[in-house]
């Protein structure tokens, strides 16, 4: 289950505690994360739903500008390319919550191939490398040194 803290976890950093504390926002990316397997069957459905539920949510909030204030009081500007990426740190508490079983394996190996999700290698390369090639291992891990900031 994923819960707020989870959300502001995932959020603080990028989109700063106003954003990550706000319970309406939060609780609408819990139902949109909350809605797999039932309305978005697959994990790149779901991906795309939490990017467009962020889209909307912040730019009914902040406006063509979509600026936000960090908490070192810094502006940033979120831009669309940014939205895939937040989307990836919002799954990972779901990936965790994964049984690590052959089919939840099969689900991320595939996500994370078809998307290249941070989220999703992390969970593998912690929870199923056991069912990890040698060479896919490595290759992982000299993704998940090279992206350390980005899996923190």
Known sequence: MIS???????LNVSLGSAFANDQTFSNGLIRVLSSFPSACPT?????RSVADYLFNALYDRLGYEMRVQLNDGTQRRIYMADLPDLADALLLPLFLSFLPDASHYGLLHDFW???GSLSAMRVLCQRYSSFL??????LMDRVEQEN???LQ
């Not at 090639?133 to 490595?138: C, I, N, W, Y």
């Open 133 to 138: 090639p040698e060479q896919e291992r490595a």
């Open 148 to 150: 350390q900031f980005f």
């Open 43 to 47: 994990l790149t459905a779901l991906s």
């Open 113 to 115: 191939m078809s998307t």
């Open 4 to 10: 707020l803290q989870h959300v502001h976890d995932a």
